[in-house]
Structure formats: structure tokens, C-alpha cells
């Protein structure tokens, strides 16, 4: 296999810094006299913490292993060969690190290449071949094992997946070939499309035993036990492994249409990845293995040396690094603890801060309201939250016992929160109220206790000013739904100093949210953007442009749904009560349209009603359609799209001069993580750089050559 080698160390020289992993051989005779046998065990050296991957060095590795094993059993030295990984870890893929650093499309496909050449050696040995998934398994570590003769998984694995749709890549070391030809082409587009573009969901090892990807699942403590005494039987021939028959006909391509549909669904036609990878399954029916690792080659190549992926890329390392260690947080050592807190409302959103607190801090929380039956209610909704976590087997009973006793209401706020560390208002957005609030929270609470404010819009420094401590007073914008997205807004005010800051962030860790901080200025950053983003909309709609014209001028983007369905979800009434604020402050930049101000005043909750439940095809309310008035300026799909991106690239510019956030990377954080936009676009400031839009309007890019996109 010297032309793997020399392939495996080229690439190698282009993977500066890479994690090796090491690809252990040792033999051990297998239970029941079935044989000497070779396990290979993947391992980086590194705890779980630092999890198992594939570079150039790493291939060349399993290469050697392979080497071995190979001469073994043709010597029939061995009976089989297994693969296993280091504790709590199979294999994770492809290492992310080196790809972003190629240049060359001859590069990007030698790793296809490499892959493939490594891993296909696997089902070619003169000796079965298992795969023991025993702890996490994502991207080429799955595909390794596809590549085996049997596969068994711990049914303790937290985590498997083929997840490269998800970055901009298709599974391009055999997964798009080899896992509908074992499972079925509606499973494999369920796992490669559906489950990515869900946001990169995982599957449970019994998940992967029930859908057919694993001949047998064993319990954690002793999987690799269990694993080889299910090993040695099928050598022996005493377990016989059947599987089903593929459907090769109409439900094949009754499987690509539907994952069509998926992607149709989710990125609207404006990311390759999904696309590429279905083209790659319906190829795979007849079972032609060598043609499908070409494809798979061929649109791995052209895939790495893409903006999707790029982005993808630059996106995945904004969550998972940047979203880990925010920009601009005082030193941690400054933070004071928090044993209890109050939380100032008791509706919906004040009710789901307090779920969130009890269950990350597992401190006791405390509701107040103006009266006893707001708080019973807000009371009863958490306690019912943690009954349906109970009744779903998330928590146990003493468990939930303890999180309801530590949640409790009361009209008197000093007995509420004497003895408080952190206190959040989510009341009415309104100023004087919450000013009112604040006064009356700081006549109560501890000298060392935190204020923070859940507002979406309106000044902390404001709100803090007629404090005798408005050093203490921090913003804490969640979004909505609080349990589900990730971004908190940790706002400092004028007077704000390191310790609230410092505690504000340590509680965010603890809470599991990827805390941003943001300058005390209008709306932030999310809704300062949204903001001007629908504004255009609105205003384009306003001056005589079709509602379904201006929406479906967005859908190149790919974001997650459209405006007009946002604003349903937000709220006309916020969405307009936001507008107004940046109105207040940006007049010529921030519109309010008069036909917001209809449908709000008309008491509608949206600008469409759902047939039958169908919120996939929306219709325009007749009744709002009544309500418009609309100029005679009719603009092209083209032309909306252009305005709403070059008010948008205007809008983070000037945010950006002002110093809301450290970096445009802070901005395309809060947008993945508080709004859903999507990896493929990177956020937003690398689509606007490729599109040549931050160039037209500010006269330069937001980033930097070579960040999120191929280097020079």
C-alpha cells in the first residue's frame, strides 16, 4: 500500500499541529476457542475531553495497524480483527483543524482519497472484521466501522452521527455509499440529511442497534466483554447475523425526494451539502462501491474547497471555542457565588428563568407579582415543567421533589429576596416600570446582591441611574424559548462594574448558555439587527412589493424560516414595540410601518393563517391582507434582497464602530446562537463578504483573508 503511504504524508505536511491518533494492536484469544484474535484500539492519548480524530498522521497510523493485521490473517495467524477506541470514545471524525487550512482542490481530494484507501482495507482482509462502537462515534469514526463486516454498540454511547451536512460536507469515507446499502436509503437520508439539518441531532446506542447500523447492542460496564463472546460466536457460526433485504426500487427514490424535500425545506436550495450527499445515495442503489467512494471523493473535494463548509467550519469553531471563552469577561476569580435567587414576575418568561435556574444552579428560586394568583400560576407552570421531565425519565422522583421544594413565590419581596444573591426583573418593557421594579429590589436585597434585567431593548444605564448602587445592575437578555436557544446577551452598563459582570458570566456558564458581551446601546445585538433586517422588509411591502415576493426574496439564504413567520413567533406587538425604541434612537435608519401598526392594532397575531395546521405553506390572512395599503413600487426578488443585505452590512458596521461587540465574530455568534442562522452562512458576515456586499456598502469586509473562506 505504498501509494497510500506516500499520499497519507503528503497531506500529513499540510495538517501542522494535528492530534495524532495512535492505532494500538494486541492479541488476545477469544472466548469458546473461536481464535487468536487482533484488536486495534484508536487513542490520542488524551482524556475523553479531547475526543479521538482523523488526520493525515492518524490514517497513516490505522495504515500500519492494517499492515499487520493484514499479513496475519492471510497468514491465518488470526481469526478476525476488531476496532474499538479509547474510553468513552469511538472516533469523531475527520480533524476539522487541518481541512481549513487547505488550499488546493487536489489537496482536499487526497484526504477523500486517503480516507477511503485506509478504511475500504477493512472489508478486504481474509478475516471478519468488527467494529465495537464503544463510546462517542460522529463523521469518519462511524464510517470506519461501516466499512467492517459486523458492528456492536454500547448502549451507554451518548453520541453518534453523521453530521457533515451540518458543516457544508457530505460523509465522503463511505457513509453516503455504504450506510444505504446496509440500512435502507430512508434511514440513511434520516441519519445524513434529517438528523444534520436538525441541527446535527444525535442517536443513542439504541437508537443505532434499532435502526440497523449495529448487529448487537451490550451494556456499558462490560461492552468489550460482551462484544467479544458475541464476537467468538459468530466466528464459530453459533449466531448467525441476518439483516433485512434493501428495497432497491421505488422506495429508494421514494427516500431521495423525501430528503429533497428535507433540505428544500430547511436551506431552500442554498446549500450544496444536502444536495451533493442525496445525489451521492441515489447513485449507491445498484450497490457499486467503487463508483459511489468516487463520488463521494469527487464532492468532498469540491465541498472543502467551498464557502459552505468554510463557513461551516468558522461557525462550529465560534460555538465551540469563542461561545466557550467570551471576549471581554473580567477574570472569573471575581465572581461571588450564588446560593439563592429571585426572580421579579411570575408570567411566562419570568416562569421560564426560573425552570432554568432551579435546574442548572439547584438553588432555591424565588417568584414575586403583584398579586397571589400571577404567582401560584408561575409556581404551578415550573412544577409542572419538572413533572413532564419526571414523566419523560430525565430526572428521578427525589430529584424533582427537590428542584419544586427549591421553587416558591410570595407577594412580600423583602421576605422574598433578603437574602438573595441575584435578583432578575422580567416584567413589563417599560421603562418606568422597570425602573419602579429595580427601586424597590434595591431596598431589600443584600449589599453584595446582583440586579439583572431580562430587557430586549431598552438602556441598563437608564435603569440603573436612580440606584444608590448602579454598579450592581446588569443586563441579561435570554431568548425565547429560554430552554431551547443558547445566546445571553450580558449587557454592562455605564456604571457596571468587574465583580457583576464576572458574577453574571459565571452564572451563564452554570446556566449552559454561550454568553456575548454587549455594549448598552438600543435593542443590542440580535434584535438591532432583526430589526433592520424586517424593517426593510416591511418597508419594501409598504411601498408596493407582494408580501410573498419580498418573502421569497430571502430564501437564497437559507435561514430558518421567513421573516413574516419570525414575526409571528416574536410577536407583532414586540416586533413593533422594538422598532419603535430603535426608531427613537436611529430615526433614519429605523422605520415603524404603519401597516405593523394595523395589524397590531387589529389584534392579529401574524400575517398568516396555517390551513390545517400547515405551518409549511402559510397563507396571507385575508383579514391583514385588508388591512395593507401599499404604495405603487413594485420591486424585483433581486433588488428586495439587495436592500435588505446592504442595510443589514450598514447596520453591523456601524455597530461595529460603535463597539457593541469586540468583533464581527461576536456578531455572527449571537445570530447562531439567539436566532438560528444557519452554519452554512457562517452567521452572517461571511455571506455578506462573499456576496461582495460589505465591500459595496462599507467599503471593506468584515473579516479577514483566509476566516471563513479558502486562504489566498
Given at each position: 500500500?505504498?501509494?497510500?503511504?506516500?499520499?497519507?504524508?503528503?497531506?500529513?505536511?499540510?495538517?501542522?499541529?494535528?492530534?495524532?491518533?495512535?492505532?494500538?494492536?494486541?492479541?488476545?484469544?477469544?472466548?469458546?476457542?473461536?481464535?487468536?484474535?487482533?484488536?486495534?484500539?484508536?487513542?490520542?492519548?488524551?482524556?475523553?475531553?479531547?475526543?479521538?480524530?482523523?488526520?493525515?498522521?492518524?490514517?497513516?497510523?490505522?495504515?500500519?495497524?492494517?499492515?499487520?493485521?493484514?499479513?496475519?490473517?492471510?497468514?491465518?495467524?488470526?481469526?478476525?480483527?476488531?476496532?474499538?477506541?479509547?474510553?468513552?470514545?469511538?472516533?469523531?471524525?475527520?480533524?476539522?483543524?487541518?481541512?481549513?487550512?487547505?488550499?488546493?482542490?487536489?489537496?482536499?481530494?487526497?484526504?477523500?482519497?486517503?480516507?477511503?484507501?485506509?478504511?475500504?482495507?477493512?472489508?478486504?482482509?481474509?478475516?471478519?472484521?468488527?467494529?465495537?462502537?464503544?463510546?462517542?462515534?460522529?463523521?469518519?469514526?462511524?464510517?470506519?466501522?461501516?466499512?467492517?463486516?459486523?458492528?456492536?454498540?454500547?448502549?451507554?454511547?451518548?453520541?453518534?452521527?453523521?453530521?457533515?451536512?451540518?458543516?457544508?460536507?457530505?460523509?465522503?469515507?463511505?457513509?453516503?455509499?455504504?450506510?444505504?446499502?446496509?440500512?435502507?436509503?430512508?434511514?440513511?437520508?434520516?441519519?445524513?440529511?434529517?438528523?444534520?439539518?436538525?441541527?446535527?441531532?444525535?442517536?443513542?446506542?439504541?437508537?443505532?442497534?434499532?435502526?440497523?447500523?449495529?448487529?448487537?447492542?451490550?451494556?456499558?460496564?462490560?461492552?468489550?466483554?460482551?462484544?467479544?463472546?458475541?464476537?467468538?460466536?459468530?466466528?464459530?457460526?453459533?449466531?448467525?447475523?441476518?439483516?433485512?433485504?434493501?428495497?432497491?426500487?421505488?422506495?429508494?427514490?421514494?427516500?431521495?425526494v423525501r430528503g429533497r424535500a428535507i433540505a428544500d425545506g430547511k436551506v431552500h436550495g442554498a446549500a450544496p451539502a444536502a444536495y451533493r450527499a442525496l445525489e451521492i445515495i441515489d447513485a449507491a442503489?445498484?450497490?457499486?462501491?467503487?463508483?459511489?467512494?468516487?463520488?463521494?471523493?469527487?464532492?468532498?473535494?469540491?465541498?472543502?474547497?467551498?464557502?459552505?463548509?468554510?463557513?461551516?467550519?468558522?461557525?462550529?469553531?465560534?460555538?465551540?471555542?469563542?461561545?466557550?471563552?467570551?471576549?471581554?469577561?473580567?477574570?472569573?476569580?471575581?465572581?461571588?457565588?450564588?446560593?439563592?435567587?429571585?426572580?421579579?414576575?411570575?408570567?411566562?418568561?419570568?416562569?421560564?428563568?426560573?425552570?432554568?435556574?432551579?435546574?442548572?444552579?439547584?438553588?432555591?428560586?424565588?417568584?414575586?407579582?403583584?398579586?397571589?394568583?400571577?404567582?401560584?400560576?408561575?409556581?404551578?407552570?415550573?412544577?409542572?415543567?419538572?413533572?413532564?421531565?419526571?414523566?419523560?425519565?430525565?430526572?428521578?422522583?427525589?430529584?424533582?421533589?427537590?428542584?419544586?421544594?427549591?421553587?416558591?413565590?410570595?407577594?412580600?419581596?423583602?421576605?422574598?429576596?433578603?437574602?438573595?444573591?441575584?435578583?432578575?426583573?422580567?416584567?413589563?418593557?417599560?421603562?418606568?416600570?422597570?425602573?419602579?421594579?429595580?427601586?424597590?429590589?434595591?431596598?431589600?436585597?443584600?449589599?453584595?446582591?446582583?440586579?439583572?434585567?431580562?430587557?430586549?431593548?431598552?438602556?441598563?444605564?437608564?435603569?440603573?441611574?436612580?440606584?444608590?448602587?448602579?454598579?450592581?445592575?446588569?443586563?441579561?437578555?435570554?431568548?425565547?424559548?429560554?430552554?431551547?436557544?443558547?445566546?445571553?446577551?450580558?449587557?454592562?452598563?455605564?456604571?457596571?462594574?468587574?465583580?457583576?459582570?464576572?458574577?453574571?458570566?459565571?452564572?451563564?456558564?452554570?446556566?449552559?448558555?454561550?454568553?456575548?458581551?454587549?455594549?448598552?446601546?438600543?435593542?443590542?445585538?440580535?434584535?438591532?439587527?432583526?430589526?433592520?433586517?424586517?424593517?426593510?422588509?416591511?418597508?419594501?411591502?409598504?411601498?408596493?412589493?407582494?408580501?410573498?415576493?419580498?418573502?421569497?426574496?430571502?430564501?437564497?439564504?437559507?435561514?430558518?424560516?421567513?421573516?413574516?413567520?419570525?414575526?409571528?413567533?416574536?410577536?407583532?406587538?414586540?416586533?413593533?414595540?422594538?422598532?419603535?425604541?430603535?426608531?427613537?434612537?436611529?430615526p433614519d435608519r429605523f422605520t415603524v410601518s404603519e401597516n405593523l401598526r394595523r395589524v397590531v392594532g387589529a389584534g392579529k397575531r401574524g400575517f398568516y393563517v396555517h390551513a390545517n395546521g400547515n405551518?409549511?405553506?402559510?397563507?396571507?390572512?385575508?383579514?391583514?391582507?385588508?388591512?395593507?395599503?401599499?404604495?405603487?413600487?413594485?420591486?424585483?426578488?433581486?433588488?428586495?434582497?439587495?436592500?435588505?443585505?446592504?442595510?443589514?452590512?450598514?447596520?453591523?458596521?456601524?455597530?461595529?464602530?460603535?463597539?457593541?461587540?469586540?468583533?464581527?465574530?461576536?456578531?455572527?455568534?449571537?445570530?447562531?446562537?439567539?436566532?438560528?442562522?444557519?452554519?452554512?452562512?457562517?452567521?452572517?458576515?461571511?455571506?455578506?463578504?462573499?456576496?461582495?456586499?460589505?465591500?459595496?456598502?462599507?467599503?471593506?469586509?468584515?473579516?479577514?483573508?483566509?476566516?471563513?473562506?479558502?486562504?489566498?
Amino acid at each position: 500500500m505504498t501509494n497510500t503511504a506516500e499520499l497519507l504524508k503528503g497531506a500529513a505536511e499540510l495538517f501542522p499541529g494535528e492530534v495524532v491518533t495512535q492505532a494500538h494492536v494486541r492479541h488476545l484469544d477469544l472466548p469458546q476457542g473461536a481464535g487468536r484474535f487482533a484488536l486495534i484500539t484508536l487513542d490520542n492519548g488524551l482524556d475523553h475531553t479531547k475526543p479521538t480524530t482523523f488526520g493525515p498522521a492518524s490514517l497513516a497510523n490505522l495504515n500500519t495497524a492494517i499492515d499487520q493485521v493484514e499479513k496475519e490473517a492471510a497468514d491465518g495467524g488470526i481469526t478476525g480483527v476488531g476496532i474499538t477506541g479509547k474510553p468513552f470514545i469511538f472516533a469523531v471524525g475527520a480533524d476539522l483543524k487541518g481541512v481549513e487550512l487547505l488550499k488546493r482542490h487536489e489537496d482536499a481530494l487526497a484526504i477523500g482519497k486517503g480516507g477511503h484507501d485506509v478504511f475500504k482495507r477493512l472489508s478486504a482482509l481474509a478475516v471478519p472484521t468488527f467494529a465495537y462502537y464503544n463510546g462517542a462515534a460522529m463523521g469518519g469514526g462511524v464510517e470506519v466501522g461501516l466499512h467492517c463486516s459486523y458492528r456492536t454498540v454500547s448502549a451507554a454511547l451518548p453520541a453518534f452521527s453523521l453530521p457533515e451536512v451540518f458543516l457544508g460536507l457530505v460523509p465522503g469515507w463511505g457513509g453516503c455509499t455504504l450506510l444505504p446499502n446496509l440500512i435502507g436509503a430512508d434511514r440513511a437520508v434520516s441519519v445524513i440529511i434529517e438528523n444534520s439539518l436538525n441541527q446535527n441531532k444525535q442517536l443513542k446506542g439504541e437508537q443505532v442497534y434499532d435502526l440497523g447500523i449495529a448487529d448487537a447492542i451490550f451494556e456499558g460496564a462490560d461492552f468489550l466483554e460482551q462484544s467479544l463472546i458475541w464476537t467468538a460466536a459468530v466466528l464459530k457460526g453459533e449466531i448467525e447475523v441476518v439483516r433485512p433485504e434493501i428495497d432497491r426500487g421505488d422506495a429508494w427514490h421514494e427516500a431521495v425526494v423525501r430528503g429533497r424535500a428535507i433540505a428544500d425545506g430547511k436551506v431552500h436550495g442554498a446549500a450544496p451539502a444536502a444536495y451533493r450527499a442525496l445525489e451521492i445515495i441515489d447513485a449507491a442503489r445498484n450497490g457499486d462501491l467503487a463508483r459511489g467512494y468516487e463520488a463521494e471523493e469527487k464532492a468532498l473535494a469540491d465541498l472543502i474547497m467551498g464557502s459552505e463548509l468554510r463557513s461551516g467550519i468558522y461557525a462550529f469553531n465560534l460555538v465551540q471555542k469563542r461561545g466557550k471563552r467570551p471576549a471581554g469577561a473580567p477574570d472569573k476569580s471575581l465572581a461571588r457565588p450564588v446560593s439563592k435567587v429571585g426572580v421579579v414576575g411570575a408570567g411566562l418568561m419570568a416562569s421560564q428563568l426560573a425552570l432554568l435556574f432551579v435546574r442548572r444552579l439547584e438553588v432555591p428560586v424565588v417568584l414575586t407579582d403583584i398579586d397571589q394568583e400571577r404567582i401560584d400560576k408561575g409556581v404551578g407552570y415550573v412544577h409542572g415543567e419538572i413533572d413532564k421531565l419526571l414523566l419523560k425519565g430525565r430526572i428521578n422522583q427525589d430529584k424533582a421533589n427537590r428542584l419544586k421544594a427549591a421553587v416558591t413565590g410570595s407577594l412580600d419581596k423583602a421576605a422574598a429576596f433578603g437574602d438573595a444573591d441575584f435578583v432578575i426583573e422580567a416584567v413589563f418593557e417599560e421603562m418606568g416600570v422597570k425602573q419602579k421594579v429595580f427601586a424597590e429590589v434595591e431596598a431589600v436585597v443584600p449589599e453584595h446582591a446582583i440586579l439583572a434585567t431580562n430587557t430586549s431593548s431598552l438602556s441598563v444605564s437608564e435603569m440603573a441611574s436612580q440606584l444608590k448602587h448602579p454598579e450592581r445592575v446588569v443586563g441579561f437578555h435570554f431568548f425565547n424559548p429560554v430552554a431551547i436557544l443558547p445566546l445571553l446577551e450580558i449587557v454592562r452598563g455605564e456604571k457596571t462594574d468587574d465583580a457583576a459582570l464576572a458574577t453574571a458570566f459565571g452564572v451563564a456558564k452554570k446556566l449552559k448558555k454561550t454568553a456575548v458581551l454587549v455594549k448598552d446601546a438600543p435593542a443590542f445585538v440580535v434584535n438591532r439587527i432583526l430589526t433592520r433586517f424586517m424593517g426593510e422588509i416591511q418597508n419594501v411591502i409598504d411601498e408596493g412589493t407582494p408580501v410573498d415576493a419580498a418573502e421569497r426574496a430571502i430564501e437564497p439564504l437559507g435561514l430558518p424560516m421567513s421573516p413574516l413567520v419570525l414575526l409571528e413567533l416574536v410577536g407583532p406587538a414586540i416586533g413593533l414595540h422594538v422598532s419603535e425604541t430603535l426608531h427613537g434612537a436611529f430615526p433614519d435608519r429605523f422605520t415603524v410601518s404603519e401597516n405593523l401598526r394595523r395589524v397590531v392594532g387589529a389584534g392579529k397575531r401574524g400575517f398568516y393563517v396555517h390551513a390545517n395546521g400547515n405551518s409549511a405553506k402559510p397563507e396571507l390572512d385575508p383579514e391583514v391582507a385588508a388591512l395593507l395599503q401599499q404604495g405603487d413600487t413594485v420591486l424585483t426578488e433581486e433588488q428586495v434582497r439587495t436592500r435588505v443585505l446592504d442595510a443589514v452590512a450598514q447596520e453591523i458596521g456601524l455597530m461595529l464602530q460603535e463597539g457593541i461587540v469586540a468583533e464581527a465574530q461576536d456578531i455572527d455568534l449571537c445570530l447562531i446562537t439567539g436566532a438560528g442562522w444557519p452554519f452554512h452562512l457562517g452567521g452572517i458576515t461571511p455571506y455578506l463578504d462573499r456576496e461582495g456586499v460589505s465591500e459595496r456598502v462599507n467599503g471593506k469586509a468584515f473579516l479577514a483573508p483566509g476566516v471563513a473562506s479558502v486562504p489566498a
